[in-house]
Every structure is written in structure tokens, then in C-alpha cells.
């Protein structure tokens, strides 16, 4: 008994080793992409993906729009186009066909977006469901369009209200676009303007202080908007966008006397856009000094003058601060060394500018000579 068993297990153990698997059936794919103008889409890329065991076979266009891959195993494939590897690694595809099937020979799958757009457009070729979604998308598309059609038509409505000075039919209009569509950061900006334009008008300061808040809480939605929108195509001009808003929320933190904040807030539009920083470190200053806080706007504007040493208007202010802190000496005003000098820089560049009179005073005031030509004195000359 015992032998016949272990010569079956033998048996079945050669049977064992002498079994191979059979060899993956496979065959080639290729084909042709051209755009919706009928051009070739170079450095496209097309996946296939088999619908069975999700394998993918990745492949890239020539300058032809060709592409070309041996060994894709036969079956069932989805067959994906992007137009680029950004798109792909974002899942943005261009078009896709569904239930290919590769066999074992040479397949051919040509994409010409041209033709599709034509054949979508009659509804020619298409499962129900894919007509359901090029439907669908359509519908969004001129829900969109009408959207944005009736909210520019509130934003000119706003516009021209505001400039005729009838700031709360402005605030009214944008009002009703944000119950119409409250993902807009323009709308909310634009609405933050009036409501903080509108605050210097009122005569009750609870008014005022109420309008301004509301002026605050408009600038803060359409910054967070921005931040959470898609990358803009221009990454510069977006970022000029949210400094902008940046600035105007600062504007409305100091006018609520929230010193701190607008100078926080002055500073992260600095930060976003540093193209523009002079100018943002310039309203800083110009928040400090309105505060009293002498020290901190000094030395905002000596950082505005480092970054744009052309900017006339910071040598003034900051002359204007080193004022604030000149002793009398008996019946002499003296003030912190370097206070003439900012004034006569200021008049060097702005000879004839809006400060040039009250620049001109505070010289006057310290004793001190206007030198129309500071940073060029002339040597006295040799004895």
C-alpha cells in the first residue's frame, strides 16, 4: 500500500514539473492623433488600459502625432488621450474610447479630434451615455456663459452707480450677484470697495464702523476664493490680483484703526507680489505714521527707499516722522540727525512736487538751508 502511494505522488509530482504555462498572446498598437484644427498633436500622450487586469501600456506621440508599442496583450482596452504629460498627471483628458479590443496582430486606433467634434456635434457614433455627458457638459457650458453674462452686467451696473457716488445701489447690485453665485472673488472685491468707500460718507460712526467691517468680511471671501482658485495661466498676474485684494483689506484694517492688522496685512501683499513691494511697504509706513507710531514708520520707510531709492514721497514722510521725535533746545528745534537730509533729498527729486512748500518749511523750522543740489555738494574751494 505504502509503495503504490509513493509512486503515485510520483506521478503526479513529473506531472507537475513537466507543465509550462502557455505564453501571453500579445500583439501591436498604433495610430495617429491630430488636434481639432486637423494638425498633428506632438508629444501627446496615449494610454491603454486593459479593462481586465488594469494593466496600462503608456505611450508617447511623435512631431507626426504617432505612436507606435509591441507586446500590448490581447483583451479589452480603454484607451485614454491627453494632449500633454501635465494633463495626464492632472487627469485631464482630451478624449477617450472605450472597449478596444487588441488581438493578436497589428491594431490600429487613429484619434482625429476634428472628425469627433463633428460627429459629437451630430451625435453620430456615440452610446447613449456618452451623448448624456457631452449633453450634460454642454448645458454647464451655457449655464456658465449666462452666468457670467448677468453677473458683469451687475459688476457695470455697481461701477456706474459708484461713480455717480450712490454707493449703496452699488452695494445692492453685488449683493444680489452673490446670492446669484456666491464663488466669485471679483464680485466679493468689488463689493469690499464700495462698502469701504461708502464708510467715509457716514456721519453716524456706528454706521461707519459697521460698513467698514462688512468691508473687511467682503475682502477676506474673495481672498480666500482666490487662494482656493485653480493657478492662473499668468502666475504674475494672478498674484498682483491677491496682493491687490491684500492691499484693500489692509486699507480697510486701518481705517477701522486696526493698526496691527493693516500692517500684517500690507505685508502679505509684499510677500505676493514683490514686484510691488515699495509701493505696499510705502502704505505701511504711511498706516504708522497715521497711528503715531513713529519708530516702526521710519524704519518702514527707509525699507521703501531701499527698494525703490527714486521714491520721493518716503524721504518726505520720513521726514516728517523724524520731526515728531526733534527736542527743543531753548528756543531752537532740534531734530535726529538725518531728518534735513530726508527733506532735501525729497526736494532733489520733486522740486516743484505737492510736499516741495512743506518741505521746504520744515527745513526752515529746524534751521536748516534747502540744497537744491544735495547729494552733489560742491567742495570748497583749495586756499
Known amino acids: 500500500m505504502k509503495k503504490y502511494f509513493a509512486i503515485l505522488l ?24 491630430k488636434d481639432v484644427q486637423g494638425a498633428p498633436m506632438a508629444d501627446a500622450v496615449v494610454v491603454w488600459t486593459n479593462q481586465d487586469n488594469g494593466q496600462k501600456y503608456v505611450l508617447k506621440t511623435n512631431k507626426k502625432g504617432e505612436y507606435f508599442s509591441l507586446g500590448v496583450s490581447a483583451g479589452k482596452y480603454t484607451v485614454t488621450l491627453y494632449k500633454n504629460a501635465d494633463d495626464q498627471k492632472a487627469g485631464k483628458e482630451t478624449f477617450h474610447e472605450g472597449g478596444f479590443i487588441v488581438q493578436v496582430d497589428e491594431n490600429t486606433l487613429d484619434f482625429d479630434l476634428k472628425k469627433e467634434q463633428e460627429s459629437q456635434g451630430k451625435g453620430v457614433g456615440l452610446t447613449p451615455e456618452q451623448l448624456k455627458q457631452i449633453q450634460e457638459q454642454k448645458a454647464k457650458q451655457e449655464k456658465e456663459v449666462n452666468t ?24 445692492a447690485a453685488l449683493n444680489d450677484a452673490n446670492q446669484m453665485d456666491p464663488s466669485r472673488d471679483l464680485v466679493w472685491f468689488k463689493l469690499g470697495d464700495y462698502y469701504r468707500m461708502s464708510a467715509t460718507k457716514q456721519t453716524d460712526s456706528a454706521e461707519k464702523q459697521k ?5 473687511v468680511e467682503s475682502y477676506q471671501k474673495a481672498v480666500e476664493l482666490k487662494k482656493a482658485a485653480p493657478p492662473d495661466k499668468d502666475p504674475a498676474a494672478g498674484a498682483k ?37 515699495g509701493q505696499y511697504l510705502f502704505n505701511t509706513g504711511a498706516v504708522l505714521t497715521n497711528a503715531g507710531k513713529v519708530d516702526d514708520a521710519i524704519a518702514a520707510f527707509d525699507k521703501v527707499i531701499a527698494a525703490d531709492p527714486n521714491k520721493a514721497d ?30 532735501q533729498k525729497y526736494l ?23 540744497e537744491t543740489s544735495f547729494g552733489n555738494k560742491k567742495k570748497p574751494p583749495k586756499k
Open 241 to 277: 490680483t491677491l496682493a491687490a485684494y491684500y492691499n484693500n483689506l489692509a486699507e480697510a484694517y486701518a481705517k477701522s484703526n486696526k493698526t496691527d492688522d493693516a500692517v500684517k496685512t500690507y505685508q502679505l501683499a509684499a510677500q505676493t507680489d514683490p514686484t510691488a513691494s
Open 148 to 171: 457670467v453674462k448677468t453677473l458683469n452686467d451687475k459688476l457695470n451696473a455697481a461701477k456706474t452707480a459708484a461713480d455717480a457716488g450712490d454707493y449703496d445701489t452699488a452695494i
Open 211 to 215: 460698513r467698514l467691517a462688512s468691508a
Open 348 to 370: 532733489e527729486l520733486q522740486p516743484t512736487g505737492s510736499y516741495a512748500d512743506a518741505a521746504k518749511q520744515m527745513l526752515a523750522s529746524i534751521g536748516a538751508s534747502v
Open 314 to 343: 518716503a524721504y518726505y514722510w520720513k521726514g516728517v516722522n523724524m520731526i515728531g521725535k526733534a527736542t527743543l533746545q531753548g528756543d531752537k528745534m532740534v531734530a535726529p540727525p538725518g531728518t534735513a537730509d530726508a527733506f
Open 10 to 33: 510520483f506521478a503526479v509530482l513529473a506531472v507537475g514539473l513537466g507543465s509550462r504555462p502557455a505564453a501571453a498572446q500579445s500583439g501591436s498598437v498604433k495610430g495617429v492623433c
